[in-house]
C-alpha cells in the first residue's frame, strides 16, 4: 500500500483495495473518538464551483473537529474567476495559502488537473459527472458498519448510472471486492460503458436492469439510489423523459424484503418518499454523517497526521 501522506485523492481507479481498507479502518478509528488533535496548524482550503450542502460543509466540520483550520469559496461568482481568472491560476495562487486543496468542479479531470499544478495533495469533492471518491470513501465506511464486510453483497444502483459520480466511484470500488452488482435504470442512463468494460475485464459480476418491481426478485442486500441529475442533461426535454422513473416507498421496501439497506449520497428530490426515513431500513442520514469522520480520516491521513 502507497502511504498516503503528500497524496491527492483523485480517482477510485487510482486506488489499491488495501488503499480502500485502510481510510475505512482509519475513519473505524477516528469514529470511535480514538484519534484527536491530528490537523493542529493545518491550513485546509475548499473550492466549491458547482452547490454543495454535505461535501463542502462536512469537510469543513471535519477540518474544526481535527483542531485544523479552513477557508474556502462556497460560490464562485464572488472569486475571481468572475473577473476572468483561470482555474489553473486560481489553483496556483490558493495552494500557496494552505496545506490541502479540497476541489468540486462541474467539468471532468479538473481535480487531476488542479494536481498536477500544486505539489500540496488536492481531493476531488466532485468532477462533473467521472468520480467522487470522498462519497465513495464514507460510502465503504457505512457499509462495513452495516454488514460488518465489504464483500459477499448484492448491490443494485438506481437512477441516473450514466451522469451520477457517486455511482461511477462506488461501481470501482465495490469491484475491487467480491460482490454482485445490479445496475436499474432507464436505458438512456445506464452506467457508462468504460465502466462495464472495467467490470468485465475484472470479472465482475453485474446485470442491467429497467425495472424496479424485478429488482425484488434479486434478493438485494443494498438498493442505492440516485437523483437524476438534471443539471447535466443538454436538452432539458430528455430530462422530462425519465424524470420521476423511480420512487422507493414503503411498498418497494416490501417487495424487496426486510432487511434491504437502502442508501441515497443525497440530495433526493423525489425518489425516496418521505414514509421511508423512519424505517429501520433507512441508512441514507447515517450515511450523510459519516461524511465526517471519513473526511477527517482521509485528511488525516493525507497530511501525515495520522498514519
Ligand atoms: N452527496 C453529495 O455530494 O452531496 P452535496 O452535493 O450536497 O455535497
Redesign the pocket.
Known sequence: MASFRGRSIVSIRDMSQDDLIKVVCTTEDVKRGDLTGFLNGKTVATLFFE??????LSFESAVLKSGGSVFGIANPKASSQSKGESFADSIRTVSGYCDVLVI?HPVEGAARMASELTSIPVIN??DGANQ?PT?TFLDLFTIKESFGRLDNLKIGMMGDLKYGR?VHSLANALAMFSNELVFISPPSLQMPGHILKELDDGNIRYRNIADLEEAGTLDLDILYVTRIQKERFGDPLEYKKVAGVYRVTQETIDALGKDIRVMH???RVDEIAEEVDTLPNAIYFTQ?HNGIPTRQALLGLVTGGLE
Do not use: D
Open positions: 452547490p454543495s450542502t454535505r461535501t463542502r468540486r469533492a466532485g467522487h462519497q457517486t449520497p443525497l440530495p450523510a
